[in-house]
């Protein structure tokens, strides 16, 4: 294994802007952006102050921004320095990540502060008089809650469950009844712009190629499959979620469609505390414990989740014609399938202040995820070319899918003076899985009679190492540069073999007529970036960087030493991002944005390994796969008028070099008899165009009583340039999507929540995939003085099965497929906290962001398979964390 070496640069974060809406791309509003480093800051400019004609002093005001309902420090919010005389701003800085500000070197005068955030009241001082050496603190400044600017609601006590920020949006799942006792998939769905299907699949803005983050960093929990991952993610340890659609190239280049980025709740409080979250329902049952404790200079977090699931059954049925020279071959199959799955999160954490302006901090997590899937009673009806009898043939396929993974990393972080840092970070990861299947073939006549077993087995490990050294400084006040380097190194193993045996207890045997082998895969990653930020005049603030990453690679089928190579290309990209964002009044924020991104295939993806767990329906990966390359343009408007907040967002995206799903046929033998089968596999296609809307609302109707929701709208357009006529396609069409959820306060202590959402069916190159819809109502009652709360939620009551239909056809098939799925649901959850701490001040926390591989719904294993026909190419996680 080689070794990557990296040099040592510099980086940069945003800065602040004036009014409520501040902040520059890529970073936190209104402040010193980026990932919000939280030592006592510097006055920062401000657009539309005149900090180059402001009088010169050695006065000195500093304070402390606070949460008025949740007593927490509001970050990086803007303090402007009105003169008393012209009522205008001549200076100002941010808060830091503690909500504490300083004012220095100010001239002798009358002056009074204006403290102002997104989601918060704007708030104006007394005059404050400052004399020669004066060193005032006005102490705690307490900012009310106005996620809306409402100027005829009176909302009392209710924090912001949505922000909008220059480059992202966040929600608050904190704030959120209904995701009590589930998972991260129950937390996605009511995020603006994210789709999540009802196998768990998750979408931004109708594409798959997205990056998800735990905590700014990669992990291995999500590197198998992103739909088990969200499962395995309990939603009450879920702070926030933030969709990132402009990363700026600090990022990864990797995700084309952008970032997510799920925040799980931690604390900084001085003592020992203890929660507990649980529920039990017809479907599935999870119990969580997180304990926390801090005493001086460190602090220690432990915390343990489980989550079974059962009962989740399910049917489906195949229908698909084949068209050869001697006519057509129909083949009509159905199956109930049942899943079961236990799921383990279990993570120790640990930081460390060495000095006051050095910091050392580290975790390991370890995640198990064990699934079986059952389908019971998998029969086929063939017809042959000319025949009007079928052949019929019947198996039971077990599937399970066993997977070990573990993350551990240490950040080092030294502050030189107030936004220039060094830090060093180092991540290593490893996924371990057994994703195997066996069949029973039966006797097509009783269905019972096992004539002889099949059994593929696809052991796999995924390893990843990864450096990075960043460093950050101002230049002037009115600029600032970020520059860094990165270097990963990973490894991917997948071996697969077939067996057979017959009847229902001989010995299995290896099947020589099938693919056995194996394929050892190996990516070396390094990187550079660096990034320029300047606020102009009129409220303008520009971030532009730059990131390149060069990619060395080196596969083989069979030994790593002294198997067959696999003939693949080394390759270099450059991707540049551009964002612009002007502060309008009246609290509307105008953006627009510009970054190219690159996809790497997974080994979901490139796995050779042949799944025939259905025999006339298989798949195999590709590992001839090469990487696409996206152009995004995004135009935002974020708008509150009265008691509405509204934003609006219109993009265009084009994806080259895509990486889709095909399908052609194939020659098989289902009890000794030769049929043609229809195989799924990847390939690069030539392009994809996707251009569309998003809009979104918040509304607060009364102090007890909320809405929000919105819409996508886009227009997909996909061709392949394939001088193949089989592959040869295109299509194109319009997507629609939306959600709306509400929220009602009762009172002492009882909250009502409810809402749900849907997308229409989804384009593909040879046909579509079915829409769906889901919805759910809960409620909550707090109890022992809020330490704990009780609640109950029923989702999909009345749909009993819920189906989905989807279609696929090329000149030599067509393929139609219904999906039944058994989620109607019912659960009840309590969660309770014991303990008693004190607040101190947040800890900084950097992190790793390896986001720069194609996975998800990928060919590699057998995935997402509870309710569908068994498709993937084998197991295996895909070459990242």
């Given at each position: 294994m080689k070794t990557t070496l990296l040099l040592l640069f510099v980086t940069s974060t945003a800065f602040a802007q004036f009014g409520p809406g501040g902040g520059g791309p890529g970073g936190r509003p209104g402040g010193f952006g980026g990932d919000g480093f939280g030592q006592k800051q510097e006055k920062s400019f401000i657009p539309g102050t005149d900090t180059d004609n402001k009088p010169k002093g050695n006065g000195k005001i500093e304070g402390l921004l606070m949460d008025s309902t949740t007593n927490k420090p509001v970050e990086y919010a803007t303090i402007a320095l009105i003169s008393t005389q012209t009522n205008k701003p001549i200076d100002g800085t941010t808060a830091d990540d503690k909500g504490r500000f300083t004012l220095a070197k100010l001239a002798p005068g009358t002056y009074k502060l204006q403290y102002s955030f997104i989601g918060y009241k704007s708030r104006t001082s007394a005059p404050i008089v400052i004399v020669k050496s004066s060193d005032i603190n006005v102490g705690v400044v307490n900012l009310p809650p106005d996620v809306k600017t409402l100027s005829e609601v009176n909302v009392t006590g209710q924090a912001a469950m949505f922000e909008e920020r220059v480059d992202r949006l966040v929600y608050n799942a904190e704030k959120d009844v209904?995701?009590?006792?589930?998972?991260?998939?129950?937390?996605?769905?009511?995020?603006?712009?994210?789709?999540?299907?009802?196998?768990?699949?998750?979408?931004?803005?109708?594409?798959?190629?997205?990056?998800?983050?735990?905590?700014?960093?990669?992990?291995?929990?999500?590197?198998?499959?992103?739909?088990?991952?969200?499962?395995?993610?309990?939603?009450?340890?879920?702070?926030?979620?933030?969709?990132?659609?402009?990363?700026?190239?600090?990022?990864?280049a990797e995700g084309s469609g952008g970032i997510i980025n799920i925040i799980t709740k931690k604390t900084t409080l001085q003592g020992l505390t203890l929660d507990v979250n649980s529920g039990v329902g017809n479907r599935g049952s999870n119990l969580g414990l997180n304990a926390n404790y801090r005493t001086g200079k460190m602090g220690f977090s432990l915390g343990g989740f489980g989550r079974a699931e059962y009962n989740v059954k399910g049917e489906f049925q195949n229908t698909q014609t084949t068209r050869m020279a001697t006519g057509n071959q129909i083949t009509i199959q159905n199956a109930s399938t049942l899943t079961e799955r236990l799921f383990g999160n279990y993570q120790l954490g640990w930081d460390y202040d060495i000095d006051k302006n050095t910091s050392l901090t580290a975790s390991v997590r370890y995640g198990a995820r064990n699934g079986n899937l059952t389908q019971n009673g998998l029969l086929t009806s063939t017809y042959l070319p000319g025949a009007t009898t079928p052949l019929l043939s019947a198996r039971d396929v077990a599937t399970k899918d066993l997977n070990a993974n573990v993350d551990a990393n240490v950040t080092y972080t030294k502050i030189y003076k107030p936004q220039r840092e060094l830090s060093i970070l180092g991540l290593y990861s490893r996924n371990n899985?057994?994703?195997?299947?066996?069949?029973?073939?039966?006797?097509?006549?009783?269905?019972?009679?096992?004539?002889?077993?099949?059994?593929?087995?696809?052991?796999?490990?995924?390893?990843?190492?990864?450096?990075?050294?960043?460093?950050?400084?101002?230049?002037?006040?009115?600029?600032?540069?970020?520059?860094?380097?990165?270097?990963?190194?990973?490894?991917?193993?997948?071996?697969?073999?077939?067996?057979?045996?017959?009847?229902?207890?001989?010995?299995?045997?290896?099947?020589?007529?099938?693919?056995?082998?194996?394929?050892?895969y190996q990516q070396e990653i390094v990187a550079t970036y660096a990034s320029w930020t300047a606020a102009l005049p009129r409220k303008y603030t520009l971030k532009a960087g730059a990131r390149y990453e060069y990619t060395i690679l080196n596969a083989r089928f069979g030994s790593e030493q002294t198997g067959t190579p696999i003939a693949l290309a080394n390759y270099g990209n450059l991707v540049p991002s551009v964002n612009i964002s002007k502060s309008l009044s009246k609290g509307k924020i105008l953006k627009l944005a510009y970054n190219r991104r690159i996809q790497r295939p997974g080994i979901q993806f490139l796995n050779p390994n042949v799944n025939a767990s259905n025999p006339t329906n298989i798949s195999q990966g590709n590992p001839y796969l090469t990487p696409e390359l996206t152009d995004n343009v995004e135009l935002g408007l974020s708008v509150p008028i009265k008691s509405v907040y509204l934003t609006a967002a219109l993009f265009v995206r084009r994806t080259n070099n895509e990486i889709t799903s095909v399908r052609d046929t194939a020659s098989v033998q289902v009890n000794n008899v030769t049929q043609t089968a229809i195989r799924t596999t990847y390939q690069n296609v030539g392009y994809s165009d996707t251009y569309g809307m998003n809009v979104f609302g918040n509304i607060n109707l009364s102090s007890k009583l909320q809405l929000n929701g919105g819409f996508d709208l886009m227009h997909v357009s996909l061709t392949n340039k394939n001088a193949n006529p089989i592959y040869a396609a295109s299509n194109s069409g319009w997507v629609l999507g939306g959600r709306m959820f509400g929220t009602y306060t009762i009172g002492n202590g009882w909250g009502l929540q409810g809402?749900?959402?849907?997308?229409?069916?989804?384009?593909?190159?040879?046909?579509?995939?079915?829409?769906?819809a889901f919805y759910n109502l809960g409620f909550r009652k707090d109890i022992a003085q809020k330490k704990g709360s009780i609640g109950l939620v029923a989702e999909n009551f009345l749909n009993h099965p819920f189906t989905v239909r989807s279609e696929s056809s090329s000149s030599i098939l067509s393929q139609s497929s219904v999906?039944?799925?058994?989620?109607?649901?019912?659960?009840?959850?309590?969660?309770?906290?014991?303990?008693?701490?004190?607040?101190?001040?947040?800890?900084?926390?950097?992190?790793?962001?390896?986001?720069?591989?194609?996975?998800?719904e990928g060919g590699g294993g057998n995935d997402n398979q509870q309710q569908q026909q068994p498709q993937g190419g084998g197991g295996g996680g895909r070459p990242r964390s």
């Amino acid at each position: 294994m080689k070794t990557t070496l990296l040099l040592l640069f510099v980086t940069s974060t945003a800065f602040a802007q004036f009014g409520p809406g501040g902040g520059g791309p890529g970073g936190r509003p209104g402040g010193f952006g980026g990932d919000g480093f939280g030592q006592k800051q510097e006055k920062s400019f401000i657009p539309g102050t005149d900090t180059d004609n402001k009088p010169k002093g050695n006065g000195k005001i500093e304070g402390l921004l606070m949460d008025s309902t949740t007593n927490k420090p509001v970050e990086y919010a803007t303090i402007a320095l009105i003169s008393t005389q012209t009522n205008k701003p001549i200076d100002g800085t941010t808060a830091d990540d503690k909500g504490r500000f300083t004012l220095a070197k100010l001239a002798p005068g009358t002056y009074k502060l204006q403290y102002s955030f997104i989601g918060y009241k704007s708030r104006t001082s007394a005059p404050i008089v400052i004399v020669k050496s004066s060193d005032i603190n006005v102490g705690v400044v307490n900012l009310p809650p106005d996620v809306k600017t409402l100027s005829e609601v009176n909302v009392t006590g209710q924090a912001a469950m949505f922000e909008e920020r220059v480059d992202r949006l966040v929600y608050n799942a904190e704030k959120d009844v209904t995701t009590k006792g589930g998972d991260a998939a129950d937390v996605m769905r009511k995020v603006p712009m994210l789709t999540v299907d009802l196998d768990g699949n998750l979408t931004l803005r109708g594409s798959s190629n997205i990056q998800v983050l735990i905590n700014n960093k990669p992990s291995t929990i999500v590197a198998a499959s992103v739909a088990d991952a969200l499962r395995q993610i309990p939603a009450d340890m879920i702070k926030s979620v933030e969709v990132i659609t402009s990363p700026s190239a600090k990022y990864d280049a990797e995700g084309s469609g952008g970032i997510i980025n799920i925040i799980t709740k931690k604390t900084t409080l001085q003592g020992l505390t203890l929660d507990v979250n649980s529920g039990v329902g017809n479907r599935g049952s999870n119990l969580g414990l997180n304990a926390n404790y801090r005493t001086g200079k460190m602090g220690f977090s432990l915390g343990g989740f489980g989550r079974a699931e059962y009962n989740v059954k399910g049917e489906f049925q195949n229908t698909q014609t084949t068209r050869m020279a001697t006519g057509n071959q129909i083949t009509i199959q159905n199956a109930s399938t049942l899943t079961e799955r236990l799921f383990g999160n279990y993570q120790l954490g640990w930081d460390y202040d060495i000095d006051k302006n050095t910091s050392l901090t580290a975790s390991v997590r370890y995640g198990a995820r064990n699934g079986n899937l059952t389908q019971n009673g998998l029969l086929t009806s063939t017809y042959l070319p000319g025949a009007t009898t079928p052949l019929l043939s019947a198996r039971d396929v077990a599937t399970k899918d066993l997977n070990a993974n573990v993350d551990a990393n240490v950040t080092y972080t030294k502050i030189y003076k107030p936004q220039r840092e060094l830090s060093i970070l180092g991540l290593y990861s490893r996924n371990n899985r057994q994703n195997n299947f066996t069949a029973d073939l039966l006797s097509a006549t009783d269905l019972q009679t096992i004539l002889s077993r099949q059994r593929n087995d696809n052991p796999s490990n995924n390893q990843e190492s990864t450096i990075q050294i960043d460093y950050q400084t101002p230049l002037g006040k009115k600029q600032l540069l970020e520059i860094g380097g990165k270097g990963i190194v990973r490894q991917v193993n997948s071996d697969f073999s077939y067996y057979i045996a017959q009847g229902a207890t001989g010995a299995y045997t290896i099947d020589n007529t099938r693919l056995n082998n194996s394929l050892n895969y190996q990516q070396e990653i390094v990187a550079t970036y660096a990034s320029w930020t300047a606020a102009l005049p009129r409220k303008y603030t520009l971030k532009a960087g730059a990131r390149y990453e060069y990619t060395i690679l080196n596969a083989r089928f069979g030994s790593e030493q002294t198997g067959t190579p696999i003939a693949l290309a080394n390759y270099g990209n450059l991707v540049p991002s551009v964002n612009i964002s002007k502060s309008l009044s009246k609290g509307k924020i105008l953006k627009l944005a510009y970054n190219r991104r690159i996809q790497r295939p997974g080994i979901q993806f490139l796995n050779p390994n042949v799944n025939a767990s259905n025999p006339t329906n298989i798949s195999q990966g590709n590992p001839y796969l090469t990487p696409e390359l996206t152009d995004n343009v995004e135009l935002g408007l974020s708008v509150p008028i009265k008691s509405v907040y509204l934003t609006a967002a219109l993009f265009v995206r084009r994806t080259n070099n895509e990486i889709t799903s095909v399908r052609d046929t194939a020659s098989v033998q289902v009890n000794n008899v030769t049929q043609t089968a229809i195989r799924t596999t990847y390939q690069n296609v030539g392009y994809s165009d996707t251009y569309g809307m998003n809009v979104f609302g918040n509304i607060n109707l009364s102090s007890k009583l909320q809405l929000n929701g919105g819409f996508d709208l886009m227009h997909v357009s996909l061709t392949n340039k394939n001088a193949n006529p089989i592959y040869a396609a295109s299509n194109s069409g319009w997507v629609l999507g939306g959600r709306m959820f509400g929220t009602y306060t009762i009172g002492n202590g009882w909250g009502l929540q409810g809402g749900g959402g849907m997308m229409g069916r989804r384009i593909q190159l040879q046909g579509y995939q079915g829409s769906f819809a889901f919805y759910n109502l809960g409620f909550r009652k707090d109890i022992a003085q809020k330490k704990g709360s009780i609640g109950l939620v029923a989702e999909n009551f009345l749909n009993h099965p819920f189906t989905v239909r989807s279609e696929s056809s090329s000149s030599i098939l067509s393929q139609s497929s219904v999906n039944s799925f058994y989620n109607a649901g019912i659960k009840l959850t309590f969660t309770y906290k014991l303990g008693k701490m004190k607040f101190v001040d947040a800890k900084r926390k950097k992190s790793i962001e390896n986001d720069d591989v194609k996975g998800g719904e990928g060919g590699g294993g057998n995935d997402n398979q509870q309710q569908q026909q068994p498709q993937g190419g084998g197991g295996g996680g895909r070459p990242r964390s």
